[in-house]
T-cell receptor
Framework: KAGVTQTPRYLIKTRGQQVTLSCSPISGHRSVSWYQQTPGQGLQFLFEYFSETQRNKGNFPGRFSGRQFSNSRSEMNVSTLELGDSALYLC???????????????FGPGTRLLVL | AQSVAQPEDQVNVAEGNPLTVKCTYSVSGNPYLFWYVQYPNRGLQFLLKYITGDNLVKGSYGFEAEFNKSQTSFHLKKPSALVSDSALYFCAVSLGRLYFGRGTQLTVWP
């Protein structure tokens, strides 16, 4: 099976702009989670989608949003970019048979966003 | 509140020596624990997980981890380190979502 795909891999934006990142999970996986990784804050959970519904949300401002499509592909959007949004954004794919199941999350290579 | 601690920012070990990367956790209920590894400019790769059962879990690339409920620890181990094991290691606990430790940079010297 192909792994988790994230596009683009690298992105440079300026403050105030918005950005959309894409994630295609492993075939058959219906749950997608997003994480932000920075040197200062480490790995922080953004949100999780399962069958096109947001199931869980981390502690990020409303500028961070996401959605999931019927084919399980997911996008996350960051509006009004700030310098502090520079980070590696990781998408994780999870089969998730049942709510609260402890299946393994498999991560994509990430999108590295630089905000100037 | 759920939390995961990796008390060492860096671990240095000579090739061929055993290695240990430490992790302690604080969760309510039964923990589901994971180890991931991250190589430079890459995403996270799954190494192993503990859900229930045997306290010694074997994973990828010769790694294993020991779950200790009384000490609330889940240390990652490998009997003989390789230079190629040099990477950033993350411990995580799953409670509907993953809570990660801050990561431990492992350097294996030739």
């Amino acid at each position: 099976k192909a792994g988790v795909t994230q596009t683009p891999r690298y992105l440079i934006k300026t403050r105030g702009q918005q950005v959309t990142l894409s994630c295609s999970p492993i075939s058959g996986h219906r749950s997608v989670s997003w994480y932000q990784q920075t040197p200062g804050q480490g790995l922080q959970f953004l949100f999780e989608y399962f069958s096109e519904t947001q199931r869980n949300k981390g502690n990020f401002p409303g500028r961070f949003s996401g959605r999931q499509f019927s084919n399980s592909r997911s996008e996350m959007n960051v509006s009004t970019l700030e310098l502090g949004d520079s980070a590696l954004y990781l998408c994780a794919s999870n089969f998730l048979q049942t709510a609260g199941g402890q299946e393994t999350q498999y991560f994509g290579p990430g999108t590295r966003l630089l905000v100037l | 509140a759920q939390s995961v601690a990796q008390p060492e920012d860096q671990v240095n070990v000579a090739e061929g020596n055993p290695l240990t990367v430490k992790c302690t956790y604080s969760v309510s209920g039964n923990p589901y624990l994971f180890w991931y590894v991250q190589y430079p400019n890459r995403g996270l790769q799954f190494l192993l997980k503990y859900i229930t059962g045997d306290n010694l879990v074997k994973g990828s690339y010769g790694f294993e981890a020991e779950f200790n409920k009384s000490q609330t620890s889940f240390h990652l181990k490998k009997p003989s380190a390789l230079v190629s094991d040099s990477a950033l290691y993350f411990c995580a606990v799953s409670l509907g979502r993953l809570y990660f430790g801050r990561g431990t940079q492992l350097t294996v010297w030739p």
